[in-house]
């Protein structure tokens, strides 16, 4: 049985096709695997998370933590110290503290999930090839015009094989866009935009490593 390949269109900066590319779809791991991809998503906003917002509870705050009057005998409610919740300038009740939201995957499992979320671009459409990006000098406005001639009008996230300080000086501007180099793209990234650039050598550095790295 012929293996099915996935064909993929490379264009030029004016939106021009100038090639297709085939890919082994078993590179990219086959299927989607949704769970593995859900859970490297969590984990990259969980690792986003400052952890910082912190309260002072009972235990913090300054005071005596003498009971105010007896317990009985007075003829009011009773009540504890100055330093609880129900007082004002007390502390609070269920107060946050500093923790960290950190989580950690295994990095087999993390390139599982970044393979997911390519795998998954490419079902919807949402992936596009480019040739190459270079720029003389920083321009925004001629990557804008890269993107419209490419029809990318919705949130991009695109992928270069190299650090280009004129290509990131070039994207930085743009609202809703966001580079990477192609050895930093991980699942969270992929998915939280709705368009994914690659150059061309950044695809073949995802698909067949080896062969990139001797090129």
């Known amino acids: 049985m012929a293996k099915t390949m996935i064909e993929l269109a490379v264009y030029n900066r004016e939106g021009k096709e100038l090639e297709k590319v085939q890919i ?20 990259y906003h969980a690792n986003k998370r400052q952890g910082t917002a ?27 110290n100055n330093r609880t919740c129900v007082r004002k300038g007390g502390g609070v009740a269920f107060a946050k503290y500093a923790r960290d939201f950190s989580q950690r995957m295994p ?48 949130s991009c996230l695109v ?17 809703r866009v966001e580079i ?4 930093q793209l991980n699942a969270g990234d992929i998915c939280n935009k709705r368009k994914l650039l690659l150059t061309k050598k950044s695809l073949e550095s995802l698909v067949n490593p080896q062969v990139a790295a001797e090129n």
């Open 159 to 175: 992928a270069i094989e190299d650090y280009n300080q004129n290509v990131y000086k070039s994207v930085r501007n743009l609202p």
């Open 180 to 183: 990477l180099e192609v050895d």
């Open 54 to 80: 912190a309260n002072r509870d009972r235990g913090l705050k300054a005071g005596s933590t003498r009971k105010l009057y007896k317990q009985k005998g007075t003829g009011r409610a009773r009540v504890g």
């Open 107 to 154: 990095k087999k499992q993390r390139r599982l999930a970044r393979n997911s979320a390519i795998l998954s671009k490419i079902k919807t459409n949402d992936i596009m090839v480019i040739d190459k990006i270079e720029f003389a000098a920083p321009k925004t406005k001629d990557f804008a015009l890269i993107l419209k001639n490419l029809k990318i009008d919705r």
């Open 24 to 43: 082994d779809p078993a590179v990219l791991g086959s299927v989607v695997r949704s769970a593995l991809l859900k859970q490297a998503i969590v984990m």
